[in-house]
C-alpha cells in the first residue's frame, strides 16, 4: 500500500502544525460518513486462475461476483513476490529497498518514516480488527500488530515442519465473530488475511472439479502429470477459499452493511506452478507470480462491472483507498506526502485513464526467512547489494535482470501472454551495458539508507501531535 513520506525538509513547516491544534476526528461534521474498509489479501492467488480474469475453469464464483458488482484491475501486480514483504509495501506504498523490509520476518523500525494504512485510518476514528493466518504476518515478526485495536493470530496448524498457519474455515470464523459484535460500530477497518492457496496445496474434494466455462488459452502446453495434479489441488484450493470469502460478503451484506463498505480483495504475489520450469514463488519475477488479481467495491460510488485495463501496481492501494475514504488525511497533515505508488482514484470514480505508458516495477531479493525465535532472530537481516531479480513492463514489452547471471530476460506479453518465447540479452550484447545501467541506476535512486527511512524525534513528536503515533 501506500505510505507518507514524512522528510526533515518537509517538517519545515513544524511551528505552524505545533501553534495550531489538530482536528479531532470525533468533533467532526455528524454528517461527515465515511464507509467502513474490509480488506481481503489472499496468499498467493495468481490472476489468471480467477474466473473473472479468464480461467477456462471457474473456481471463484465469489470473487467473481465481486468484480461483477464492483470494479477488477485486469493488470495488477506486486512489487515482490513474497508475502512479508509485499504486504508492507502495500500498507505503505513504497518499494522493499524503501521500506526496508525485503525479506520474510522483518518489521518496520519504531522510528520509520512510513505510515502505514491502518495508522492513517486510526486517526480518523477507524476501529480495526486484523485476522492473520500464516506465521510471515505474525505481530512479534512484522509488530503490524501495533497499528491494529485487535490482532488475530491464532494460527493452528502447521507445514513444512517450522512454519505455522491457519486455514479459511479457521480466520473466517473469527472475523465474523468480530462484525458482528461491531455492527453498531462506525467507520470499521477489517483486514482478513487467507492464506488458501499457499503450499501446500491441499485437495479439496469439495471443489477439485469445478465447472469448465471456456478453453485454455490456446499457447498453454502440455503439462506432466505431476504439474496437472499440483494445478488441480492450488485449484481446488482457491475455491475452498472462495467459499468462506463468500461466507465474509455474506456476513458484511446481512449486517446492512453492504452500501457503506468498501471491499478491497487482491493478492500479495501468484504462484509457479510449472513454467518455465519452476513452482512456487520468491525469486522468479515471470507473470504467474507478480500478476496478481485486485478487485474494489463501493456501492454507489465504483459503477459495477468497471473494468481497468491500465497496468498498475499494488503499491497504488494505499493512496487509492485513503484517497476514497478520508481524502482530507493529505490536506490535514499539513506536510509532504509523496508515494511511490499511484491512487486510481481517477480511473476508478472518473474513468480517467492516462493515456502515458507507465513503467511497473518488480524485485526480488535472496535471504532466508525470518522464523526463527526471537532470541536469535539477528541471524536473518535483510541483505543490500542489487537485488537478486528485477523486473520492469513498459506496456506489454517486460524485461527481468538477473545481475548475478549477468543476463535480461526479453518478452513482449501483446504476442507472448505465457512468457514461452523470450529475447536474452548477454553481457556479450552491445544493449546488455546499456538496459543493465538503467535498471542499476533506478534501483540505486530508491534503495533507501536506514538513515533515510528514520524519523527525527521532532518528526515523532509531530506525528504523535496528530494522532499519528502513539506511543
Known sequence: MGLLWIGSVALAVAGALSIAAPSDPATESAETVRPNVVLITVDTLRADHLSSYGYHLRTSPNMDQLARDGLRFDRAYTPIPMTGPAHFSMFTGRY???????????????????????????????????????????????????????????????????????????????????????????????????????????????????????????????????????????????GYADMHIGRLLSRIDSLGMRDNTLVVLLSDHGEGLGEQGFVGHGRWLYESTTRVPWILRLPGRIEPGTVIEQSVSTLDLAPTLLDLVVPEFREETQISISFAGRSQVGAILEGDNPHTTRSIRFVSFEGKKGFAPSWISWVWKPNSGLPFRIGKLDGSVKAIWTPGRQSFEVFDLASDPLELHSEILTSADRRYKFESSAFERWFESTDLAESESRLTKRDMEILETLGYINR
Request: no cysteine; proline share 8%; hydrophobic share 30%.
Open 96 to 238: 522493499p529497498q524503501e521500506h526496508g523490509v525485503r525479506i520474510n520476518g522483518v518489521a518496520l523500525p519504531d522510528d520509520s518514516k512510513w505510515l502505514t494504512v491502518p495508522q492513517v485510518l486510526r486517526r480518523f476514528g477507524y476501529t480495526s480488527g486484523a485476522f492473520v493466518s500464516a506465521w510471515p504476518l505474525i505481530g512479534r515478526l512484522t509488530r503490524l500488530h501495533r497499528d491494529f485495536d485487535y490482532y488475530d493470530e491464532e494460527l493452528g496448524r502447521s507445514y513444512q515442519v517450522f512454519h505455522s498457519m491457519r486455514w479459511a474455515e479457521d480466520v473466517t470464523r473469527p472475523a465474523l465473530r468480530w462484525l458482528d459484535d461491531h455492527k453498531d460500530t462506525k467507520n470499521l477497518f477489517l483486514w482478513v488475511h487467507y492464506f488458501d492457496p499457499h503450499e501446500p496445496y491441499n485437495l479439496r474434494e469439495e471443489f477439485a472439479d469445478p465447472e469448465q466455462v471456456g478453453e485454455p488459452h490456446p499457447q498453454t502446453p502440455e503439462h506432466k502429470k505431476e504439474v496437472r495434479e499440483r494445478i488441480r489441488r492450488y485449484d481446488s484450493e482457491i
